[in-house]
């Protein structure tokens, strides 16, 4: 939705209302006519607030699910569907793992077997980079620069909550987009990496995706936050 | 957020429907169907130039129906009055 359309059209229809009513008071047909025609104006650019998308979001959503495809065959092939995902930062370079090996700094990039079990891993790079960092797990921080992440700079969802309970932090994502939505039912999808790599940017730490699964209105992850 | 095709028709509407008004305002029109009809002809002139990327669904068709039937009804009435004299 385009809320300043919306806005703009809703204040056109007010005024065109006022003027309509004055031309029925006065009895005059070309200022009814004109507000009318206004009104309409209005009433078109009202509709078109909830109808218009940005043009090239139609293509990213149709390329996230491909992506999202072709990521879930190849752990379907390597058999890493128990597997987790996996945050990890290693120096400066933040990347993300699909493996069930306890020790993820260990990997290397690209698609290896370590200790007999398989494993993906690919760089993160500037995804999510600008990211504020939190000290520490405070509850109440990390939910506020996980929502302006999630919620003010990528618009995945309207709302969010956080929990911290020991290394755990369960996440709880509210009115989220819904082309993103749709694809939330893949092993890997968009919305629990995009929360991985935020967590893991505004912590600073390894996270894991423990557990997912849906609440009322929205959808929740458990992450393990390493130190 | 809005993408410069939203922004292009936006524009391009609503100066139409402006020049047009002022236009047949200044000429002396009275008929308040006459505002209404080009007001619609400015709609699909503005909407076939700039093609703003509009999601299919219940919104747009509902918009497309009210315009189309608006001239319609504005045509069949001007026709009318023609065939009655």
Known sequence: ?227 | MSSSQVLRFSLLYTGLVALFNSTLLLLGERRVDAYLAVNVLSFYVSYSLARPPTRPGAAMTALHILLLTLFAAVVALRVYEVLTG
Do not use: H, K, W
């Not at chain 1, 495809?69 to 699909?98: F, K, M, N, P």
């Open chain 1, 1 to 227: 939705m385009n809320r300043a359309l919306a806005v703009l059209g809703v204040n056109v229809v007010a005024v065109s209302v006022l003027a309509v009513v004055y031309g029925l008071y006065t009895q005059d047909t070309a200022i009814l006519g004109v507000a009318l025609s206004v009104s309409l104006v209005g009433a078109v650019l009202l509709v078109m607030s909830f109808a218009t998308s940005e043009a090239v979001l139609g293509s990213l959503v149709e390329y996230a699910e491909l992506a999202s495809r072709a990521l879930t065959t190849v752990v379907e092939d390597l058999d890493l569907l128990r597997s987790r995902l996996l945050v990890v930062a290693d120096g400066g370079e933040v990347r993300l793992a699909i493996a069930r090996t306890p020790d993820p700094g260990s990997l290397g990039t690209g698609i290896g077997v370590r200790y007999g079990e398989p494993y993906i891993s690919f760089p993160a790079g500037r995804v999510l980079e600008g990211a504020a960092v939190v000290a520490g797990l405070d509850g109440r921080s990390l939910e506020s620069a996980l929502s302006g992440v999630l919620v003010d700079s990528l618009g995945l969802c309207s709302r969010v909550v956080t929990e911290v309970s020991g290394r755990l932090v369960r996440v709880e994502l509210y009115g989220i987009s819904r082309p993103l939505e749709r694809m939330c039912g893949m092993p890997v999808n968009p919305v629990n990496v995009l929360t991985a790599v935020a967590l893991a940017r505004v912590t600073g730490r390894a996270v894991a995706l423990a557990e997912s699964g849906q609440v009322a209105g929205g959808r929740y992850a458990v992450f393990e936050v390493f130190s």
